[in-house]
């Protein structure tokens, strides 16, 4: 009974959330900045649960997903800009012959081909990621702690290097990155809007990390982190589930680098800096190492807290003519950065935890307020 509950009120949650996406989508234009903000949020929050597999779930310290992020944003971008706008966006150097005649059998493709692209377009970027990090993780993943990060942090900056060096202008259009790319599509012949787009595609992707996390694979990521050396003795192949999860954690960084792409419709190599590294752990750390619901929590709060709630720092205040202090662009920030120190002050294991979000805690927290309200009565 229990269990039947629980799925009822799932299913009446997801429901509620389709009807209010629905609604957002008709109303877009009124609503554009909470558009941006759920969005932009949906994707970090794919990423942080990547991030939170390799590092909460299997216990390796990765700082690369910013690298990962980059390779399938450009590779998503390449793909999908238009034929028709390439000498606009490769207007210093040209662009690859072998790319534009690529796109040109594209553009002459049947209608389905074309539906599909975008799609296959993510999956590639995540593909190819999977196979640099398959490549990188048989030197790297051999180290431990501190030495993992600094040296997938090295890759990170090595891959952002190589995508904005001029070498490559002729494919990553080198520094001046790339434009012009076309926003998410829509998707079931237009049942699905291209807002909501990017949520079904972050849920069916989160979902997957879950139910690998349920198992025996994420059951030996979970061995693994607790301790190598009875893993090991239990018989479980250290470097292959290692691997594994290096794999999939940047397969999945990839996917959300190509979102990205289409979220933002330019790129450039320095939107994958070591800054975009550092914004994901701290999102994975404010929800809790750990926790898959965590750090799709925590995406959605600071997303909103550096993007909406706190704009009003920026703005000069005047009050009875006189001009509070401090009160300019980039105050913001500084707001942002002390109410983080608040939260993890008082949250030392963040927001979640180690826990997940459970309906059966939920009701017997209500369960127990209401004993206590009808006591005092």
Known sequence: MKLKRTHIYSLVTLALVLVFLYWLNAHRLQNGMLVSILQKGAILALVAVSMNLLNGFTGLFSLGQAGFMSIGAYTTAILLIPVQNLDGVYYMNGVSPAIKAFKMM?????????????????????????????????????????????????????????????????????????????????????????????????????????????????????????????????????????????????????????LLAMYMRSIEAKTFSITMTYDILLIVVIGGIGSVTGSILSAFLVTAAKEWWLRFFDQPLVIGGFHVPLFRTGFRMVIFSILLMVVVLIYRRGLMGTNEFSWERIIKRFQRKSKQAGGQA
């Not at 080198?174 to 807002?195: D, T, V």
């Not at 301790?227 to 940047?250: P, R, T, V, Y």
């Open 106 to 258: 594209v553009a002459s493709s049947p209608q389905f081909i074309q539906i599909l692209f975008p799609f296959f377009a993510l999956l590639l970027g995540g593909l190819l990621a999977a196979f640099a990090a398959a490549l990188v993780g048989i030197a790297v993943l051999r180290l431990k702690s501190d030495y993992l990060a600094i040296a997938t942090l090295g890759l990170s900056e090595i891959v952002r290097a190589i995508f904005s060096s001029p070498q490559f202008d002729q494919i990553t259009n080198g520094s001046y990155g790339l434009n012009k790319i076309p926003n998410f599509p829509a998707m079931l012949w237009g049942a699905i809007p291209s807002l909501i787009t990017p949520f079904v595609i972050v849920a069916l992707c989160i979902v997957f990390m879950v139910l690998l996390i349920k198992s025996s694979y994420g059951r030996a990521f979970k061995a693994i982190r607790e301790d190598e050396i009875a893993a090991e003795a239990m018989g479980i192949n250290l470097f292959k589930h290692k691997e594994l999860s290096f794999i999939l954690s940047s397969f999945f960084s990839a996917v959300a680098g190509g």
